[in-house]
T-cell receptor, first 116, second 112 residues
Framework: NAGVMQNPRHLVRRRGQEARLRCSPMKGHSHVYWYRQLPEEGLKFMVYLQKENIIDESGMPKERFSAEFPKEGPSILRIQQVVRGDSAAYFC??????????????FGPGTRLTVL | QKEVEQNSGPLSVPEGAIASLNCTYSDRGSQSFFWYRQYSGKSPELIMFIYSNGDKEDGRFTAQLNKASQYVSLLIRDSQPSDSATYLCAVKADTGGFKTIFGAGTRLFVKA
């Protein structure tokens, strides 16, 4: 029973390059959340997606960041023209049902992005 | 004022003692409350969730919720060195949005 999978686990990019982070939810889960965690800080909500739909992107920076969850394949968080401030751990979480208040999220191992 | 506040710690307790972790939140519309444990360099792991006022027990863990005071806590009985981690409080409102707000976490250190 595979959990939430994320790849790559570590990603190094130079300033100005693009970063693509992938997340495969747990089997049977069709809802995905992305969070960012800076060192010594809590998790910051970025975006919530269902298959083929962005439901809530209120935590996503307006520029350079985008997310998708296609009908087939993993969810992808894309960061264009990365800057040093994008260096962080990016976690994906999945849940089995709609984002109501009883929703429980299960986290993947994260992708550590380092921007040189 | 932060939306979810936790004492950053570190909270240090001897092995076998009760560790008490506290969390306050600002949104009165918050409906559900979660405690996650995060070891250094690892992902958050769900420990407990609570929706109703009062206590909820699961093994050595007890979550306590007081919506009137906007306060939620986690008690860990018979603390073990393996409980040493950062504990994240998370709060979710049922107001049509889907955002879960996390506190910055409390670092717990259990001394053997």
């Amino acid at each position: 029973n595979a959990g939430v999978m994320q790849n790559p686990r570590h990603l190094v990019r130079r300033r100005g390059q693009e970063a693509r982070l992938r997340c495969s939810p747990m089997k049977g889960h069709s809802h995905v959340y992305w969070y960012r965690q800076l060192p010594e800080e809590g998790l910051k909500f970025m975006v919530y997606l269902q298959k083929e739909n962005i439901i809530d992107e209120s935590g996503m920076p307006k520029e350079r960041f985008s997310a998708e969850f296609p009908k087939e394949g993993p969810s992808i968080l894309r960061i264009q023209q990365v800057v040093r401030g994008d260096s962080a751990a990016y976690f994906c979480a999945s849940s089995p049902r709609s984002g109501g208040y009883t929703d429980t999220q299960y986290f993947g191992p994260g992708t550590r992005l380092t921007v040189l | 004022q932060k939306e979810v506040e936790q004492n950053s710690g570190p909270l240090s307790v001897p092995e076998g003692a009760i560790a008490s972790l506290n969390c306050t939140y600002s949104d009165r519309g918050s409906q559900s409350f979660f405690w996650y444990r995060q070891y250094s360099g690892k992902s958050p792991e769900l420990i407990m969730f609570i929706y109703s006022n009062g206590d909820k027990e699961d093994g050595r863990f007890t979550a306590q919720l007081n919506k009137a005071s906007q306060y939620v806590s986690l008690l860990i009985r018979d603390s073990q060195p393996s409980d040493s981690a950062t504990y994240l409080c998370a709060v979710k409102a049922d107001t049509g949005g889907f955002k879960t707000i996390f506190g910055a976490g409390t670092r717990l250190f259990v001394k053997a």
